[in-house]
């Protein structure tokens, strides 16, 4: 190596690296444990990961790759016992924490070996210097690191991992680890450089090229995860809009065969065979059925979207109890009354019309204001297991295109007029309730209290 | 407790049935009931006295109808719980109008109305066995729950906000808020502990109790708002 002699990077901050990188994505991971039992884990992974490298550093040049395997697998360890995530996650994590160590541990030891080659100093002096600069170096790249991760784990829906997910950050590290120690095993590629100085800047750099590549991997995750997103949601919102406009068209059907009866009693009236009549009555009757549907609540939009899921609940042999105030929803637009009150019912009459005894399929419903807050509440007995994952409620619908987004578009037309959504199930009642605070209040209401 | 009922409904026979649910649902549930029976909206309004803790209203009397029974009691007696009953559920509709957020449509099934029964006697129930009670400097007193607006801390002292008067006690908010845990309280921001059910509105960072504002603190906004919807969703079901 002409000479010059390469010192490879101490195990003790090999070891630091790799246990700061778990740490940071663990910090944003759902955890498993809390309080003390959670810093004796991260206490614990430290010096077990540290013990390990100072191991391995000791052993033969041929177990050079197991014993970098291992330590790849107590990174694995560490995030699987501190969160609460599926292992083929924690590889995932794990793998993304391996890019950021190696390069994090290249950088911080090319900088360092830079400034201390020159200098002529004392072991000890040395070595304060390179603590300190070891703590220098991590704690900017970490910071940073920190601050990069945030704005992709803000988003908890996109922790989902999937086996592809997996295999591109997996071919990322493969190669990034290849590529950059390669000048250490041999100087005799055409990607081998011959200095120590360009070796370590070799090693960074291609380190650096793989932390761009597994961060622009998850920047295309989000994107694409926003554009399934909106594109979904538009679609439920069109269906329920669809659904209103084909509603109203029912009705006003409705509307004029109710008008038409007069004459169809008139008809009945002048039948003199008793079976004929009786038949002609029975037709009438399940034909006047649906307009005992009919709902006039105040709001005309909240009618029609009413009167249609009424009929499917008679359809589906469904109690529905409503008691509204409709003239409260004026202030709300056609879209977000089409999808809070399209959405919930059709999730409720779901929830009901699978139960086997017909008397428990009930759906209640109640919007009303209580001064100025007006609150909107969905109830339906229901029988099934409802299956929660990350404390959020998942669908149990079969099209899965679907998926969750009925929920999810109540929330944001709510959220549109500052209402909050509650989710809360209790002895086989599963209960959605929206409260929005009315602003309209025209009280001179005085402020007895001084803000404290 | 003794649950008091009363069933108004002139179709002798629908009053028999509801009278047979509420025996079978005594008997399942070892709950305690004394039933009233009137013929119309009419007899229960004359000379109302507010003794029962549920009244189930029949809509299509003939005499009296039972929205407008309904009015009249609720001017009288603002916690009697009202359960209306009909053929008709377009008549229930407006339930709101006197705080009937709920309905029984005929023919009446058990399971339909034991679930009903249910929730009103919990509600009873917990209406019964809410009391604070603290000494003042002079005095012991015992407040109902529903008296109390919110309660302030101010230099170790705590200002209990009641209806009529303000009561101020020793004590830490800390030690009021395990207190009342079990009554929907929520700390709003470090000086005010709120009693939810008495919440009238929120405007931006201000909640709303009769003629106080009291201000939310920002990262206490979104927690407060969700313990208040859930306090409300509770509410029917």
Not at chain 1, 215 to 224: A, I, N
Not at chain 1, 362 to 386: H, P, W
Not at chain 1, 421 to 443: G, M
């Amino acid at each position: 190596m002409n000479g010059e002699v390469i010192r490879h990077i101490p195990r003790f901050h090999t070891a630091l690296a790799e246990w700061a990188a778990c740490f940071i994505l663990i910090l944003f991971l759902k955890k498993r444990f809390k309080g003390w039992k959670f810093v004796l884990i991260v206490i614990l992974s430290l010096i077990i990961q540290s013990l390990w490298q100072y191991t391995a550093g000791k052993l033969p040049l041929a177990y050079w790759i197991p014993g970098m395997m291992f330590a790849v697998f107590l990174m694995w360890a560490f995030i699987f016992v501190a969160c609460d995530v599926t292992a083929l996650s924690a590889l995932y994590w794990c793998i993304h924490a391996f890019i950021i160590a190696e390069f994090a541990a290249s950088f911080e030891w090319q900088i360092t070996f830079y400034i201390t080659s020159n200098l002529a100093l004392k072991h000890l002096v040395q070595q304060l210097i390179e603590y300190a600069l070891l703590f220098v170096i991590y704690s900017v790249v970490f910071v940073l690191n920190y601050f990069l991760e945030s704005r992709y784990m803000k988003n908890k829906t996109i922790l989902e991992i999937r086996v592809r997910d997996l295999a591109t950050v997996f071919g990322i590290a493969l190669s990034v680890f290849v590529i950059s120690n390669l000048s250490f095993v041999t100087q005799h590629t055409p990607f081998s450089g011959r200095y120590a100085v360009e070796i370590f800047y070799i090693r960074t750099l291609v380190d650096l090229i793989g932390l761009v590549l597994s961060y622009s991997q998850r920047e295309q995750k989000l994107w694409m995860h926003a554009k399934t997103e909106i594109n979904a949601l538009q679609n439920v919102l069109n269906r329920h809009y669809e659904q209103y406009r084909h509603s109203k068209e029912t009705i006003e059907l409705i509307n004029r065969t109710y008008h038409d009866l007069k004459h169809q009693i008139a008809v009945i009236r002048a039948e003199k065979n008793p079976q004929k009549k009786a038949e002609y009555l029975d037709a009438l009757e399940s034909g006047i059925k649906y307009y005992e549907a009919q709902n006039k609540t105040g709001n005309a939009v909240l009618d029609v979207i009413l009167t249609s899921k009424y009929m499917a609940c008679i359809d589906n042999k469904i109690h529905f109890s409503c008691v509204v105030d409709g003239k409260l929803l004026d202030f709300m637009d056609v879209l977000d009354i089409c999808s809070i009150f399209g959405n919930a019912l059709e999730n409720a009459i779901e929830g009901a019309k699978n139960i086997k005894d017909e008397e428990r399929r009930l759906i209640k419903l109640a919007v009303y204001a209580r001064n100025n807050l007006l609150i909107i509440n969905f109830g339906n007995y229901y029988e099934s297991k409802l299956k929660f994952e990350n404390g959020h409620l998942i669908t149990t619908k079969k099209d899965h295109t679907l998926h969750g987004y009925g929920i999810k578009s109540i929330k944001m037309a709510a959220a549109k007029y500052g209402g909050t959504v509650n989710i809360d199930t209790k002895d086989n009642w599963f209960n959605l309730s929206i409260l929005i605070p009315l602003q309209n209040s025209n009280k001179n209401e005085v402020n007895k209290n001084e803000e404290v | 407790m003794r649950i008091k009922i009363a069933i108004v409904e002139d179709d002798k026979q629908s009053a028999k049935i509801l009278a047979s649910y509420i025996n079978r649902y005594s008997k399942e549930n070892n709950v305690e009931i004394d039933v009233m029976h009137y013929n119309d909206g009419g007899q229960i309004v004359y000379e109302y006295k507010p003794i029962y803790d549920i009244i189930f209203l029949d809509i299509e009397m003939r005499l009296l109808d039972g929205v407008t029974t309904a009015k009249h009691i609720r001017r009288l007696d603002k916690d009697v719980i009202l359960i209306f009953i009909t053929n008709m559920p377009q008549y229930a509709l407006k339930g709101y109008e006197v705080g009937a957020l709920n309905y029984l449509l005929k023919p009446i099934t058990y399971f339909a109305f034991s679930q009903e029964l249910k929730r009103a006697i919990e509600k009873v129930q917990s209406k019964e066995n809410s009391y604070l009670i603290f000494s003042t400097k002079d005095e012991i007193i015992r407040l109902h729950i529903s008296e109390i607006a919110f309660i302030e801390s101010m230099k170790h002292k705590l200002i209990i906000h009641a209806r009529q008067k303000q009561y101020v006690i020793t004590g830490t908010m800390k030690e009021m808020e395990n207190k009342l845990e079990r009554f929907n309280f929520f700390r709003c921001n470090n000086c005010y502990l709120v009693n939810l059910a008495r919440v009238t509105g929120v405007k931006d960072n201000l909640a709303i109790i009769d003629d106080y504002e009291l201000l939310i603190s920002r990262p206490r906004k979104k927690a407060f708002m969700e313990a208040l919807t859930k306090f409300f969703g509770d509410m029917i079901l």
